[in-house]
């Protein structure tokens, strides 16, 4: 998949696009981006993805923005996998967000991206004021020779599958439903930190990660986790919190890798949420406290022995 900023690389052709903010690639999202591949494929058109960076609700609503569920670098990656074969990332700014919707059609869609078919979701917004609808580009579309495909809701359960949605089921710590509606483990990735040492210490030594600020990240709690460290993946039990029985301190991701001895410091980690099975508490001594962790571990094997790493990777489709 190409990957583009500036409209001038496009070249001539027509094109099948997909518009939308993506972030966390759900299962709505994949529905919508398998329909324009497939349709792009049908009619011989180009596939592309038109998506906005920064999030538009940090300039729209700067202070108020969401926390992302993927950055960048991830998103470019899950579009990919779906056989999109162009990403275009369109700079969203002030000015940007004042064009009106009928110019946003004409201007963008028709004249820059030399888009033939659109493709949007249910909820789908764009131009002054956010002024647009789906209605407003089916309506308009079809005068500047576009044709337009809504995308309609997707449910799973009684959940409408949305960024919102996955959003909250991971602040939440339910990291079962995000992959429910992601199709696949909410992850994260980081660059692992010099610790402490205290969990070497308890006999369960552990590969420490910031929080991401900008990023979506579980409940304080103790999860199984699946761990990427280049390209080597392995199963862990992962400390999302303050680490209270030592006094508290900055929010972070502690993570035990099972049967592993070695050095994974200044290596980039994708932490990936697999199941949740406590919250996180103080205890009354570091005994304690090496008691439990020794019980999440028991806790974590037994989980992946009813179900392996790759089946929590590759969840069944519920939705």
Request: charged share 25%; with cysteine; proline share 5%.
């Amino acid at each position: 998949m190409r990957i583009i900023t500036d409209p001038t690389r496009l070249g001539p052709g027509k094109r099948a696009v997909a518009i939308g903010v993506f972030d966390g690639v759900h299962l709505g999202h994949q529905k919508l981006l398998r329909a324009v591949v497939a349709e792009a494929s049908t009619r011989g058109l180009e596939s592309l993805a038109l998506t906005f960076e920064p999030h538009p609700l940090r300039i729209l609503r700067p202070g108020l923005e969401p926390l992302l569920l993927t950055d960048l670098k991830e998103k470019a990656e899950l579009i990919a996998a779906l056989g999109v074969e162009t990403l275009f990332i369109k700079s969203f700014d002030k000015g940007f967000a004042a064009t009106p919707p009928a110019e946003f059609i004409t201007r963008y869609l028709r004249d820059e991206l030399g888009a033939v078919l659109v493709m949007v979701g249910f909820n789908f917004s764009f131009g002054a004021g956010g002024h647009g609808t789906p209605q407003f580009l089916l309506e308009h579309g079809r005068t500047a020779g576009l044709e337009v495909s809504i995308i309609p809701a997707l449910r799973c359960g009684n959940v409408t599958v949305s960024s919102t949605a996955v959003r909250r089921a991971v602040a939440q710590g339910d990291v079962e439903q995000a992959t429910n509606l992601l199709g696949r483990p909410y992850s994260i990735r980081g660059r692992v930190l010099h610790g402490d040492g205290r969990g070497a210490q308890l006999g369960f030594p552990t590969a420490n990660l910031a929080a991401p600020p900008d990023r979506v990240v579980p409940a304080n709690g103790v999860y199984v986790v699946g761990v990427t460290v280049e390209e080597v993946r392995r199963a862990g039990v992962a400390n999302v919190g303050r680490r209270p029985t030592f006094g508290g301190g900055g929010r972070g991701i502690e993570v035990h890798l099972l049967d592993f001895e070695g050095d994974l410091y200044d290596r980039e980690a994708k932490i990936v949420f697999l199941k949740r099975l406590r919250d996180e508490v103080a205890f009354s001594s570091a005994e304690a406290l090496r008691r439990q962790i020794a019980w999440d571990v028991r806790q974590a094997r037994e989980a992946l022995a009813n179900g392996s790493l790759e089946a929590f990777y590759n969840p069944r489709a519920l939705c």
